[in-house]
């Protein structure tokens, strides 16, 4: 089945350690999301793919990158990670189409900070 | 811009009762409007969406809803309520231009009590 996968499904890392999340699509969708999910929250963009261009959203710290080497794969990489940077981390990708708009969503990545 | 409001961040119904979440929307064009269910622990995933056609649109589990212009609503039904269908359940919409972004709502915590 098509699917978006995100590995690992839980990491620790500690205050302060540069830590990788990577995700993997094979939708071979051409828009590809992170986004950062706070407990009890909705989930927050923190960038999107389209195609190769990189689009940042203006609130979101310079200490979160990404790295998108082909179509299939995209990585978030938190450079210095606080103790707020706890949260589950979700991937989505879609289809930029005129009758479609959905986005399908990894089972996200829950990153604990110690 | 647009903007999703969802009444009620949790709601409580009786197994076999009516599920009704609320969601309206503002948006400065025809929007796609979709329901999102989260399981604990998971990333989200499509119920249903709305985007031409049809304005009353079923999704998967036995949910539906209903896509109402002159109201900017788009509440989500469930006729009969089963233990499973606890989760918590975002509104999102979309504009309907390339790399479409979705702006979620708060989010409705839906507990099924027996």
């Known amino acids: 089945d098509a699917m978006v996968i995100q590995n690992p499904r839980y990491q620790v890392t500690q205050f302060g350690k540069p830590v990788t999340l990577s995700c993997s699509q094979t939708l071979n969708h051409n828009v590809m999301y992170w986004y950062q999910q706070k407990s009890s929250q909705a989930p927050k963009l923190l960038f999107h793919?389209?195609?190769?261009?990189?689009?940042n959203e203006a609130d979101t710290p310079d200490n979160f990158q990404s790295r998108r080497p082909n179509t299939s794969f995209c990585f978030l990489d938190i450079r210095s990670p606080g103790l707020g940077d706890a949260a589950m981390y979700l991937c989505?990708?879609?289809?930029?189409?005129?009758?479609?708009?959905?986005?399908?969503f990894g089972p996200g990545t829950r990153l604990t900070v110690t | 811009a647009q903007s999703v409001t969802q009444l009620g961040s949790h709601v409580s119904v009786s197994e076999g009762a009516l599920v009704l979440l609320r969601c309206n929307y503002s948006?400065?064009?025809?929007?796609?409007l979709f329901w999102y269910v989260q399981y604990p622990n998971q990333g989200l995933q499509l119920l249903l969406k709305y985007t031409t056609g049809a304005t009353l649109v079923k999704g998967i589990n036995g949910f539906e809803a209903e896509f109402k212009k002159s109201e900017t609503s788009f509440h989500l039904t469930k006729p009969s309520a089963h233990m499973s269908d606890a989760a918590e359940y975002f509104c999102?919409?979309?504009?309907?231009?390339?790399?479409?972004?979705?702006?979620f709502g708060s989010g409705t915590q839906l507990t099924v009590l027996p």
């Open positions: 793919y389209y195609d190769k261009d990189f689009n």
């Open positions: 999102a919409v979309t504009g309907r231009g390339s790399a479409r972004q979705l702006t």
């Open positions: 989505a990708t879609s289809r930029d189409s005129p009758s479609s708009g959905e986005q399908y």
């Open positions: 948006s400065s064009v025809p929007p796609y």
